[in-house]
């Protein structure tokens, strides 16, 4: 299937002329490879980290575009780690991917300047779309999750 031209010009940084660069963040090794494979078509995917120090490490040393993280991860949660980041750096933009359907865990990760959150069962419709979003400044939130107060 072709990409629409306007996910091409989308997926490039535009200042650069570069793919836009991801750093992915998930502690299950075959939920990690199996998201890598589904973003690196259209997207260089920088690093992959297996819990929040690694990621905060990470975030601080690569120039990644955009931050994909689960939620649940060993030591340092999703979360937290999130909200390091953006606290350090105001303008990154993160995007969870998750099993958490709650919608309290939605209204947490807006609360704290996340931008994206994906369920991981609906991850291969879902991130792309998350991942573009993010790079406009906008939020996207998978559909399976409930309503948000």
Not at 51 to 77: K, Q, R
Request: proline share 4%; hydrophobic share 50%.
């Amino acid at each position: 299937m072709a990409m629409n031209k306007n996910l091409q010009e989308n997926a490039r940084d535009s200042k650069k002329g570069k793919r836009v660069r991801v750093l992915l963040a998930d502690d299950h090794p075959a939920v990690a490879k199996e998201l890598c494979a589904l973003l690196q078509p259209e997207f260089d995917v920088i690093a992959t980290v297996a819990d929040g120090d690694a990621l905060l490490a990470a975030a601080e040393a690569l120039a990644a575009d955009v931050i994909v993280s689960d939620i649940a991860m060993p030591g340092l949660d999703g979360i937290a780690a999130a909200r390091e980041i953006l606290r350090r750096n105001p303008a990154a933009r993160i995007v969870f991917v998750t099993v958490h359907d709650e919608a309290e865990m939605v209204k947490k990760s807006w609360d704290i300047g996340v931008l994206g959150y994906v369920l991981k069962l609906t991850a291969g419709e879902d991130l792309v779309p998350a991942i573009h979003a993010a790079l406009r400044g906008e939020r996207h939130i998978s559909p399976l999750v409930g309503d948000i107060k």
